[in-house]
């Protein structure tokens, strides 16, 4: 089975705290992913990484940066958080379904609050 | 800008029946449909996957998808309640390994 954890279920930051939200997958997947998810607007795609030190900006990155020193952790890092970035915020690894297709796994997702 | 569509619902189906569950996407160079169930306070799982025109069985569940009515669909045969969860649909034009665009769901009821 895929395995994709993340570092906290629960953060509570203040306005202007520098956050850092990790993610771990153990399937040595090269294709990692972040996502919020809020109410009425769905899972929205932040970052994803094809590979060690690479990343791609997805539909929302404003306001946050990635990390990925390290093939099996991804890094989430919002550089000075503010009450807008309060969010459920799921990771994902990819893993192949055929020769040429893959789908994302998520990660149990980190409800953070910005106050 | 790519977009997925779905009636958020509620969908109430009565326990047994066949619930059904419809997605559109706007971008005609999408490759791979994704359904996924969604728990509250979980995260999304993946339910069932389809890329080639027509229809997929897996136990209960049939996805169908229409390439040129840029439609997705997935039928629930015999529902039961712990089918109650909201379903999202989710389109990739990269095979799934960039990232997917998703729809808001479509939050689904099954009646005992």
């Known amino acids: 089975d895929v395995k994709v954890t993340q570092s906290s279920r629960y953060l509570v930051k203040r306005t202007g705290e520098k956050v850092f939200l990790e993610c771990v997958q153990d399937?040595?997947?090269?294709?990692m992913f972040w996502y919020r998810q809020d109410p009425g607007l769905g899972l929205r795609l932040i970052y994803f990484s094809y590979d060690v030190k690479m990343k791609e900006k997805g539909d929302i990155p404003e306001g946050y940066s990635v990390s990925r020193e390290k093939k099996e952790r991804f890094s989430l890092i919002l550089e000075s958080a503010s009450t807008n970035q309060t969010s459920m915020y799921l990771c994902?690894?990819?893993?192949?379904?055929?020769?040429?297709?893959?789908?994302?796994?998520f990660g149990p997702g980190t409800r953070l609050l910005v106050l | 800008q790519k977009e997925v569509e779905q009636n958020s619902g509620p969908l109430s189906v009565p326990e047994g029946a066949i619930a059904s569950l419809n997605c559109t996407y706007s971008?005609?160079?999408?490759?791979?449909f994704f359904w996924y169930r969604q728990y509250s306070g979980k995260s999304p799982e993946l339910i069932m996957f389809?890329?080639?025109?027509g229809d997929k069985e897996d136990g209960r569940f049939t996805a169908q998808l229409n390439k040129a009515s840029q439609y997705v669909s997935l039928l629930i045969r015999d529902s039961q309640p712990s089918d109650s969860a909201t379903y999202l649909c989710a389109v990739s034009s990269g095979g799934g390994a960039d990232g997917l665009t998703f729809g808001k769901g479509t939050h689904l009821i099954i009646q005992p």
């Open positions: 399937m040595d997947h090269e294709n």
């Open positions: 971008d005609r160079g999408s490759q791979s």
């Open positions: 389809i890329y080639s025109n």
């Open positions: 994902a690894s990819s893993a192949p379904l055929t020769a040429d297709q893959e789908t994302q796994y």
